[in-house]
């Protein structure tokens, strides 16, 4: 009795296929009872088991070897649109979406963005343990190795180098980043990003790269977007087009401040200035200094106008220390004040000061404390 034929299916999945899906009529994905075998024995000779998550060396993928492509046909045909064509996309056009994207930047090196949502550890054969940032594309996974998302610390202070690089990695969670795709992994369904390549080609085009006129895009004294990609205490990381550098708190606001991670946030923005530049020209590498309060006027200069003497107003108690309790004025300066006699206030408290001295030249301002919602 002849087997009944079977008609292929085209099914959806958000996940890396190995094959690129080709649009056929019911006619031609017909086949014979003895096709149907020996497709299917081949196909179980090709199933090797995984052996490991990212290999240690990606080369290119030929056509093959490349992201695949969901059905855009499935239930698009019968949808309403208001203006005849449609604007909205589904879970497969924004799929697709994605895997172009991932092609583009393979083949050409286009730059990604987006932002480390996690780290992995993975037991590679041949390597051993490997920690890699964990990113998504839509619904693509891309994994960057660690020596290919974050420049190894150049001061140790002691600490493993390996470790204090982990510890690099971890700090940058939830920053956003470039990156550009150098291969794919099809045995784990994912794409192999670098973040150091990304940062590479943006350096030379933003550094060195010069206009018609012969200047270049970022120079001293200019003001740049920067990327806040890791806040401890004493200040924070940010990347300037393909640089990364370290801003100390002196440099983050004219007001005291004691703790950076209390006003910055990992994956936010902020305007700096540019104050120096090193060029590594052998290497296209830059080192650069940068500033974020001398992006404005000091608010302090405007401030200090509008205090009297012996009046009182209101502020902040940003840091006690043994040189006395200072205070954020709500005009916003600061002002240095005695220890009160009822009691030291803690940090944060909100504070009544009575203005005792002013210096105009040099812009800074004494008082008392009269009144504290909270002391020691």
């Not at 020596?147 to 470790?163: F, H, K, Y």
């Not at 192999?192 to 010069?210: D, I, Q, T």
């Not at 992006?295 to 205090?307: F, R, S, V, W």
């Not at 009575?354 to 020691?376: E, F, P, Y």
């Amino acid at each position: 009795m002849p087997r009944k034929k079977k008609t292929a299916e085209v099914v959806e999945e958000p996940i890396v296929q190995i094959e690129t899906i080709k649009t056929t009529t019911p006619s031609e994905t017909e086949e014979t009872p003895k096709e149907n075998t020996t497709k299917k024995e081949a196909s179980t000779k090709a199933k090797k088991p995984a052996t490991s998550v990212m290999p240690e060396k990606m080369s290119s993928t030929s056509d093959e070897e490349k992201l695949g492509v969901a059905d855009k046909r499935r239930n698009t045909e019968h949808i309403l649109t208001i203006n005849g064509e449609r604007s909205v996309k589904t879970k497969a056009d924004r799929y697709n979406d994605a895997v172009i994207d991932i092609r583009e930047s393979l083949q050409n090196g286009r730059i990604l963005t987006d932002t480390i949502d996690g780290i992995e550890e993975h037991n590679v054969d041949g390597v051993g343990k490997i920690t890699v940032a964990v990113l998504n594309h839509g619904d693509i996974k891309v994994c960057i190795r660690l020596e290919d998302a974050v420049v190894p610390p150049r001061r140790t202070r002691g600490v493993e180098s390996a470790e204090g690089h982990q510890y690099m990695l971890t700090k940058r969670l939830g920053a956003e980043i470039d990156y550009v795709i150098i291969g794919i992994d099809n045995e784990a369904n994912i794409a192999v990003g670098s973040r150091l390549k990304a940062m590479e080609a943006k350096r030379k085009h933003f550094y060195f790269k010069e206009d018609r006129e012969g200047n270049k895009h970022i120079y001293p004294d200019a003001i740049a977007e920067a990327r806040i990609v890791a806040v401890i205490q004493k200040g924070i990381f940010v990347e300037i087009f393909g640089a990364e550098t370290f801003i100390p708190l002196e440099e983050l606001s004219y007001q005291r401040m004691f703790n950076a991670e209390e006003q910055f946030a990992v994956g936010n923005r902020v305007l700096v200035k540019i104050q120096d530049i090193s060029y590594d020209i052998e290497n296209y590498d830059v080192s650069v200094k940068a500033s974020v309060k001398r992006t404005e006027e000091n608010p302090a200069l405007k401030a200090i106008k509008g205090l009297q003497l012996k009046q009182r107003y209101v502020g902040t108690v940003t840091q006690v220390d043994v040189e006395g309790v200072f205070v954020k004025l709500n005009c916003g300066i600061d002002c240095k004040c005695k220890f009160p006699p009822r009691g030291r206030p803690v940090r944060g408290s909100k504070v009544t000061v009575a203005i005792t001295w002013i210096d105009q030249k040099n812009c800074r301002v004494w008082g008392n404390i009269i009144s504290s919602s909270a002391v020691l």
